[in-house]
């Protein structure tokens, strides 16, 4: 416990604003004079929620959870800077009474300071807890409740106190520039065809906006919630000179833009920029066409059915300090190539890799360290599992995006707990796993519903030229592996096997084991190929609750448990590598 506190100190140091920006990024007003500041970050691979609460007092400091607003019943923590140093406390209320002391303190102080007549409080948690007297924290919008004094003595607050309603771990910023506007990027009463998969592209222009501006904010316009599974949008270079619309991937559908500047999946909603960064939109060095490409999934094959959906972009010319670039990895979508999911699998493994150390090949300016703020995962119908590996210097040392629950209905673009960097050469792993049971033949990579993907959209800053970076494990070495001949028909052979339990773990194995293929693409179709190997990826710590996030040899109290399915050391060490 020691030394991972230590490192996260040193990590830290007091005035370190970057660092803990990186670390908490989210903040709120939690009164209406901005004299109670909240600062939070999270790491749902590790479990814990990081805190720093400024107040303009040099006295006491009280925060909390509480399930309707008030004191009882609420899950507080208090501290403060007294005559013999600092003092902090976890407590809960029974009533409106003065609270009580936890029998088991779960809460971590990390720094605790008092200067310029404000006094910061910063300090974590486990995201759950399996202290019955503590608050567990869910995706779903919390109040919190606060309370200071202008003493040392904890008394009475009187006034100083308040309470509002914030999601956590969900969190979605709301700005409201002076000069907002926005733009739609929809299509207009397009008959979508009694086909179980459609895409339908439209490619537009976008109007003077005089300069360059940045989008802060995206919100998907859908009329039929039944109808639309996905939503793209891209940037066009500037050999596309002319607006089109017709069926996607078809010629002057607009192939040529390739540049994501915008994604949507079914079941998620608007879609907020962290405040220093937004995504570029007019101006000389910008695109003037745009290509919006909407997936259809017309599951009953109805016949007639016309759509108007798209996409509605906000944007300022209030530039921020960074520019967003989304970036595509995962497995290369090569159709053809023989790339095979086994029917009658519970749990399939497909990787897709990106190594940015060829970022270069391609690129002629140097390439920057790359802050990672949100990763929207994608797979189709069979896929159950996506995990997105951060790898440097061959080993693992975090997740970008991580979902073991995967829900083909809720697709959305997630905000990290903290921002994630990139630096040139580390490397990209999107591991999905895809069950089958269901299937009598085998599933193939493609762009229907019924095929399958395995894709982690990365949303980060300052954007470089890199649209995608993904792979594709190389068949030829797959077949001599397999001791085939070169010249034989990948596809038929994998169609007509006789797939069984011991036939799948072989292929699978195989195919991580096999060389990848890796592509990576500039926005105006530049290219670069290089070859990679999947590297392993830690198992994904499981924990059903955690009393203390630092001693994992503490047991909880009462009757709950927790389990974790990784070595607590290598958990342990990914944090430790990752504060630093």
Not at 197 to 209: A, D, E, G, I, S
Request: net charge negative; hydrophobic share 35%.
């Amino acid at each position: 416990m020691i030394p991972l506190l230590l490192s996260l100190l040193l990590a830290w140091p007091p005035g370190t604003w970057a660092q803990q920006d990186t670390l908490m990024p989210f903040m709120e007003n939690l009164d209406a004079d901005s004299n109670v500041i909240l600062k939070w970050g999270f790491s749902e691979v590790q479990g814990t929620i990081m805190f720093q609460l400024t107040v303009k007092t040099i006295g006491w400091l009280g925060f909390g959870f509480s399930p309707n607003g008030g004191m009882a019943a609420s899950d507080i923590v208090m501290g403060g800077v007294g005559p013999n140093g600092t003092y902090f406390m976890d407590y809960h209320a029974t009533g409106n009474s003065f609270p009580l002391v936890d029998k088991k303190q779960s809460y971590t102080l990390l720094s605790m300071t008092e200067a310029d007549g404000q006094t910061t409080m910063t300090f974590l948690r486990s995201i759950q807890s399996c202290d019955e007297e503590d608050f567990h924290i869910t995706d779903s919008p919390v109040k919190l409740i606060y309370a200071y004094g202008t003493s040392d003595d904890i008394r009475y607050h009187a006034n100083g106190r308040g309470t509002k309603e914030v999601n956590l771990l969900k969190f979605m910023p709301r700005s409201s520039p002076t000069d907002s506007n926005y733009l739609d990027f929809v299509v207009e009463n397009v008959t979508v065809p009694a086909e179980r998969t459609y895409y339908h592209c439209k490619v537009m222009k976008v109007p003077n906006l005089n300069g360059k501006n940045h989008i802060y904010r995206i919100e998907p316009v859908i009329e039929h919630l039944d109808l639309v599974h996905h939503m793209l949008l891209y940037g066009c270079p500037s050999s596309v000179n002319q607006t089109y619309e017709q069926k996607c991937y078809t010629k002057g559908s607009g192939e040529d833009c390739i540049r994501v500047v915008s994604a949507w999946g079914v079941g998620g909603g608007a879609f907020e920029l962290p405040e220093i960064a937004g995504i570029p939109i007019g101006g000389q060095n910008n695109d003037e066409f745009y290509r919006l490409e909407i997936h259809y999934n017309n599951l009953a094959k109805e016949a007639g059915r016309r759509d108007s959906s798209g996409l509605r972009l906000y944007y300022t010319a209030q530039l921020r300090q960074h520019d967003v670039g989304i970036m595509t990895t995962g497995l290369m979508v090569a159709i053809g190539w023989g790339y095979t999911i086994p029917p009658n699998a519970t749990a399939f493994h497909s990787y897709g890799l990106c190594n940015t150390s060829h970022f270069s090949d391609i690129l002629a300016d140097p390439v920057p360290d790359l802050s990672v703020f949100s990763v929207a995962l994608h797979t189709h119908l069979a896929g159950r599992k996506v995990r997105a590996g951060h790898i440097r210097n061959g080993e693992q040392i975090d997740f970008l995006g991580l979902d073991d629950n995967f829900n083909f209905e809720m697709q959305q673009a997630t905000n990290l707990g903290n921002i994630k960097t990139i630096k040139p050469g580390d490397e990209i792993v999107v591991e999905c796993t895809y069950n089958t049971t269901n299937r009598k033949g085998i599933t193939q990579l493609g762009l229907a519903t019924t095929d399958e993907m395995c894709l982690a959209f990365v949303f980060y800053y300052p954007a470089i030229p890199v649209t995608s970076c993904c792979s594709h494990p190389d068949m030829h070495a797959y077949m001599a592996m397999m001791g085939k001949t070169v010249d034989q028909d990948i596809e038929e052979m994998l169609k007509t096997a006789a797939w069984d339990q011991a036939s799948t773990a072989v292929h699978e194995a195989t195919m991580k084991r096999v060389p990848q293929i890796g592509f990576i693409i500039d926005v105006n179709k530049n290219y670069t190929m290089y070859e990679g190997n999947i590297r392993n990826m830690t198992a994904t710590l499981s924990v059903s609750c955690r009393s203390d996030p630092f001693n994992y040899n503490t047991s909880p109290r009462g009757s709950s448990s927790w389990v974790v399915t990784s070595a607590a050391g290598s958990v342990l060490l990914m944090l430790w590598m990752k504060m630093l």
